[in-house]
């Protein structure tokens, strides 16, 4: 699938759950929960559904998010059924971590079924490493289990384990050495992320929004001239940077900042209640819920609904001349 800007889509996000076991500040304000209704949310064979047929337009990669996805019922079972569709290459799951380590009711963790089910990445949402920053963050006192779930992904052998921090001025940017020394002594890839206008809460001000380049500075403060390292690429918009005494490799999501952010975007979003948005940063959503529970439409059907929100992709995002809080993060699955 390409569009008309020439983006080659091979990645699709999907969230299977708007419910989360956290509340962080910047996605799931406190104030505002309306769960959506269970028959509102795409099963998991709907899901699944549109994955096989997203295979056949070129869909390789599949990054399972939410909310969070490891509070959905039966969510190993639906990861082995992700693993039986051939043309997936590359399964990745984006977790606060904080059910990693628990054990699954078959008795091996979270972290060694979804390891068993073939996920290869494992995105780990970490913003702090101090537990009452942790606890304001997030709404919940979970820093201890998020660390457990970090290093029961360690020991179930996944190939790579990410962590991202939201960049936050006057929450995390003095820690930022700190968590460049979790990452290093546990050889993991950390990445520090832009804080972005999805969501509807205070914290998404002008004011705390620390640019990656302001966070760049604070770090080659004390660890020296970042070297840039263009040749490191993963799947998504992130700069590499290698930090020049011990060579541990760091990097910077600045969907803000970045004005080349849109540039090399392969990506489509499924929102937990089957909604396919063509950006993060545009309010463009199209109901392929709609599409999977008409009896009358075939996989042909939703091949086409794809290729059709394809179409609609727009050029770059609309953060930048809008940061005014919209749909929150929660509903889209980030
Ligand atoms: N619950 C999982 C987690 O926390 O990783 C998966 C879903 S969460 C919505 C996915 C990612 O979105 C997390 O890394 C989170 O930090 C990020 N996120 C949420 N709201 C954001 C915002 N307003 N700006 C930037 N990143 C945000
Ligand atoms: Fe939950 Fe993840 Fe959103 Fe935090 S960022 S509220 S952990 S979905």
């Known amino acids: 699938m390409e569009d008309r800007f020439g983006h080659r889509i091979s990645y699709l996000r999907v969230s299977i759950t708007d419910r989360c076991n956290e509340r962080c500040q910047y996605c799931m304000p406190l104030e505002e929960q309306e769960w959506l209704d269970r028959e509102d949310i795409l099963t998991y064979e709907e899901i699944l559904r549109v994955i096989r047929v997203g295979t056949s337009l070129g869909i390789r990669k599949v990054r399972i998010t939410g909310g969070e ?29 904080t059910l990693l380590a628990r054990p699954t009711r078959e008795g091996p963790s979270y972290a060694e079924k979804l390891s068993a089910a073939g996920v290869r990445t494992v995105n780990v949402s970490l913003d702090t490493l101090d537990r009452k920053q ?16 970090i290093d029961a992904a360690r020991e179930a052998g996944f190939e790579k384990i990410k962590i991202n921090s939201v960049l936050m001025r006057h929450r995390n940017e003095h820690e930022l050495w700190d968590l460049i020394e979790f990452a290093r002594e546990r050889d993991l890839l950390l990445r520090f992320i832009e804080l972005m206008p999805v969501s509807t809460t205070q914290v998404l001000t002008e004011e705390n929004f620390l640019p990656s380049g302001e966070a760049r500075k604070l770090i080659e403060f004390r660890l020296g001239k970042l070297i ?18 011990t060579g541990q490799i760091i990097g910077f999501i600045g969907a803000m900042t970045n004005l080349h952010f849109c540039e090399t975007c392969n990506k489509l979003r499924l929102t937990c209640e089957g909604k396919l948005r063509p950006c993060l940063g545009s309010h463009l959503e199209f109901d392929m819920r709609e599409v999977l529970r008409n009896p009358e439409m075939s996989d042909e059907d939703i091949a086409k609904f794809f290729l059709h929100v394809v179409d609609r992709k727009p050029e770059m995002h609309e953060f930048r001349d809008n940061y005014q809080p919209g749909r929150k993060m929660i509903a889209i699955g980030g």
Do not use: H
Not at 138 to 149: E, F, K, M, S, V
Not at 233 to 242: C, D, I, L, V
């Open 69 to 97: 996805p490891l509070t959905r019922r039966n969510v190993t079972w639906f990861f082995e059924e992700l693993q039986k569709i051939e043309a997936i290459t590359d399964t990745g799951i984006s977790t606060n971590g």
């Open 134 to 149: 942790y606890a304001e963050t997030t709404g919940r006192d979970l820093l201890p289990d998020a660390i457990a779930g």
């Open 228 to 245: 840039p390292r263009p040749d490191i690429r993963t799947n998504g918009p992130a700069s590499y940077f290698e930090i020049p005494k």
